[in-house]
């Protein structure tokens, strides 16, 4: 369940804390011409001249031309830059690092292969120290570079960080709520962030892969009375690289988060081999709906159906194989043999 606020129709630039420090954190791996456009964006920021604001950009561990992309920029660039170096992969890590480098009031983060829009900072904000949010974020819009796939529809767009919850402030805080922002446009009051124990090193990307660490770390923020707001005005434009508009790309990321989801465990009324109770409940539920929606030829949804059973699937194993070791190799084995069939089952009705 998520609490509507009534928007206002502008920001209010004096309504913002006067010595507000903000530090906005992207980091990057291996994305130097990507990150090029980001920091174009992030120069053509409008903001407030009451607040103070440095730009620290993490690589973690790429080996491209990365830091001379940063520190070109820097040279040019009207506010501070600082270029940070993480050598442990994984985003957490690098975000870890960040927060750490940072000795400001907010820490906002932004991706490398993200157009931030001119009053993103300035709407962040709002939400973080009018409405006194500890976590805030917008909506991530996309930049399609190819064809929306027919097969792509709206329920699966969280693959590709899109989010839009419409165009009211939101508070996400209650225990109730599933909704989630994206690391692609959120924000943290950084004394609370800290107080939660930053972000998870076991979970996020690492390199290409990785999930979960914005859901967990939202999780312990709510678990501690933090608030979660959803600020519309706050828009970032996420570029959707034609290779992820593939199927085994959705699976892939399925089952990766499900191996995320796996290292979290949640109170449950009972767990079979650390399985807890309420996700075999939902998947004998999502798993029950396979059938009813090839049947009445509903293919996105059937796709849909699939993907979440791969999650679920993923999240079992992986769980068992804390208690019984399971190679690897033998996971993805299950998982490409669930996907086959359900692919040989929608051509066989098909014709």
């Given at each position: 369940?998520?609490?509507?606020?009534?928007?206002?129709?502008?920001?209010?630039?004096?309504?913002?804390?006067?010595?507000?420090?903000?530090?906005?954190?992207?980091?990057?791996?291996?994305?130097?011409?990507?990150?090029?456009?980001?920091?174009?964006?992030?120069?053509?920021?409008?903001?407030?001249?009451?607040?103070?604001?440095?730009?620290?950009?993490?690589?973690?561990?790429?080996?491209?031309?990365?830091?001379?992309?940063?520190?070109?920029?820097?040279?040019?660039?009207?506010?501070?830059?600082r270029y940070l170096f993480e050598p442990q992969q994984g985003l957490s890590y690098a975000r870890n690092r960040g927060v750490a480098a940072s000795?400001?009031?907010?820490?906002?983060?932004?991706?490398?292969?993200?157009?931030?829009?001119?009053?993103?900072?300035?709407s962040m904000l709002a939400a973080l120290v009018d409405r006194r949010a500890d976590c805030a974020g917008g909506k991530v819009l996309p930049l399609?570079?190819?064809?929306?796939?027919?097969?792509?529809?709206?329920?699966?767009?969280?693959?590709?960080?899109?989010?839009?919850?419409?165009?009211?402030?939101?508070?996400?805080?209650?225990?109730?709520?599933?909704?989630?922002?994206?690391?692609?446009?959120?924000?943290?009051?950084?004394?609370?962030?800290?107080?939660?124990?930053?972000?998870?090193?076991?979970?996020?990307?690492?390199?290409?892969?990785?999930?979960?660490?914005?859901?967990?770390?939202?999780?312990?923020?709510?678990?501690?009375?933090?608030?979660?707001?959803?600020?519309?005005?706050?828009?970032?434009?996420?570029?959707?690289?034609?290779?992820?508009?593939?199927?085994?790309?959705?699976?892939?990321?399925?089952?990766?988060?499900?191996?995320?989801?796996?290292?979290?465990?949640?109170?449950?009324?009972?767990?079979?081999?650390?399985?807890?109770?309420?996700?075999?409940?939902?998947?004998?539920?999502?798993?029950?709906?396979?059938?009813?929606?090839?049947?009445?030829?509903?293919?996105?949804?059937?796709?849909?159906?699939?993907?979440?059973?791969?999650?679920?699937?993923?999240?079992?194993?992986?769980?068992?194989?804390?208690?019984?070791?399971?190679?690897?190799?033998?996971?993805?084995?299950?998982?490409?043999?669930?996907?086959?069939?359900?692919?040989?089952?929608?051509?066989?009705?098909?014709?």
């Amino acid at each position: 369940m998520s609490t509507l606020f009534m928007a206002p129709q502008s920001i209010d630039e004096a309504a913002l804390i006067m010595t507000a420090q903000v530090s906005v954190i992207v980091c990057t791996f291996n994305r130097c011409e990507s990150l090029t456009d980001t920091l174009a964006s992030l120069a053509a920021l409008e903001v407030p001249g009451s607040v103070e604001w440095e730009l620290l950009v993490v690589d973690n561990n790429s080996k491209d031309a990365t830091r001379e992309v940063v520190e070109r920029f820097s040279r040019n660039a009207a506010f501070k830059v600082r270029y940070l170096f993480e050598p442990q992969q994984g985003l957490s890590y690098a975000r870890n690092r960040g927060v750490a480098a940072s000795g400001a009031d907010y820490v906002l983060f932004t991706d490398d292969d993200v157009l931030v829009d001119p009053d993103w900072l300035r709407s962040m904000l709002a939400a973080l120290v009018d409405r006194r949010a500890d976590c805030a974020g917008g909506k991530v819009l996309p930049l399609w570079r190819d064809d929306r796939p027919t097969w792509l529809g709206d329920r699966i767009l969280n693959v590709l960080a899109m989010l839009d919850y419409g165009d009211e402030v939101l508070e996400l805080s209650g225990a109730t709520s599933d909704r989630i922002l994206y690391g692609a446009s959120m924000g943290f009051r950084r004394e609370k962030l800290l107080a939660v124990g930053a972000f998870n090193p076991q979970l996020g990307r690492k390199g290409s892969v990785g999930a979960g660490e914005d859901l967990e770390i939202q999780e312990r923020l709510r678990q501690q009375a933090g608030r979660v707001i959803y600020e519309p005005r706050s828009v970032v434009y996420h570029k959707i690289d034609p290779e992820r508009l593939h199927k085994c790309y959705f699976r892939r990321w399925h089952y990766i988060a499900g191996r995320d989801r796996a290292k979290i465990n949640k109170p449950s009324r009972f767990t079979i081999m650390g399985i807890e109770s309420y996700l075999l409940r939902d998947f004998l539920l999502t798993a029950i709906k396979l059938p009813v929606a090839a049947l009445q030829l509903k293919w996105n949804r059937l796709f849909e159906l699939e993907l979440r059973c791969i999650l679920y699937l993923s999240v079992f194993i992986h769980k068992i194989g804390r208690a019984i070791p399971v190679r690897e190799a033998a996971n993805l084995l299950v998982f490409g043999v669930f996907s086959i069939t359900c692919e040989y089952l929608l051509h066989a009705i098909l014709e």
